[in-house]
């Protein structure tokens, strides 16, 4: 897929970057250029440092060297400038992290009504229509406790669409999920990334990555070892880890 860019910056460019735990060194060296309404998928065996990666790019871990920028701005580093930043880049994680006490369409509408100033009658009017979106129309006026894991997974993505992100990051979205659940979930993100939404997706769902990813990520020990286009990551994979990673996880 081309990306016609017209001049404009890549949206999230990963320059050098290195990050430490302590004596751990989670990312070392990371380079990572994500263009405009490219699906980027970040796969690669546990301890990799691939949550540790999409996590700096809303500076919710800050680096220790190199540079981070999002849409030719250099990551902002507290203050209005990051709130700001947070609300243009959605970021869904392992757990759904909703307001319990809230109803799924005051979940989907709060950032908007409280971040970007937005009447209420337009935010409702808008979340109705994400989680009509995301399949769940219907659930609007109940409580996340009501709802599946699955659907409140769905809920957390129309909250994160709701800010009009131009990026959406996802940690890992299904590994908290059952089985029968993980599929309704990738079908959105299948449907969000067909929309030309820009994505980088932490994920052990090697059949995601294959439909919607226009580029494979493969880390491993904190580096970037090798990307591709799916087709060519999963054919023919060049570096001995990525091989070794792929024949334990596709034979299972």
């Known amino acids: 897929m081309e990306h016609h860019t017209d001049g404009q910056p890549p949206l999230v460019v ?49 680096i220790d060297t190199g540079e981070i920028r999002v849409d030719g701005r250099p990551l902002p580093l507290e203050g209005k400038e990051l709130a700001k930043l947070r609300a243009e880049v959605g970021m869904v994680f392992q757990s759904f ?76 979205p299904t590994s908290a999920l059952d089985p029968e659940m993980i599929n309704e979930v990738l079908e959105v993100m299948t449907a969000l990334a067909k929309d030309g939404m820009t994505m980088v997706v932490v994920t052990h769902e090697m059949g995601f990555a294959r439909r919607a990813a226009n580029r494979v990520v493969f880390m491993d020990n904190g580096s970037i070892v090798e990307e591709a286009e799916p087709e060519e990551f999963f054919a023919r994979p060049r570096s001995e880890r990525a091989k070794d990673f792929l024949s334990k996880i596709l034979t299972h």
Do not use: W
């Open 97 to 172: 992290n909703l307001f319990a006490h809230k109803t799924v369409l005051e979940n989907v509408t709060l950032g908007p009504i409280k971040v970007r100033g937005v009447k209420r009658a337009e935010a409702d009017a808008r979340g109705r229509d994400l989680l009509e979106r995301v399949g769940i129309g219907e659930q609007a006026d109940k409580y996340p406790a009501q709802l599946s894991g699955g659907q409140q997974q769905r809920v957390a993505i129309a909250r994160a669409l709701a800010m009009d992100p131009k990026v959406m990051l996802f940690d890992e």
């Open 14 to 62: 990963l320059s050098g970057v290195n990050k430490h735990f302590g004596a751990l060194h989670v990312l070392k060296d990371v380079n990572l250029t994500v263009e405009r309404g490219e699906v980027v998928v970040v796969i690669g065996p546990s301890g990799s440092g691939k949550s540790t990666l999409c996590r700096t790019i809303n500076r919710l871990e800050t």
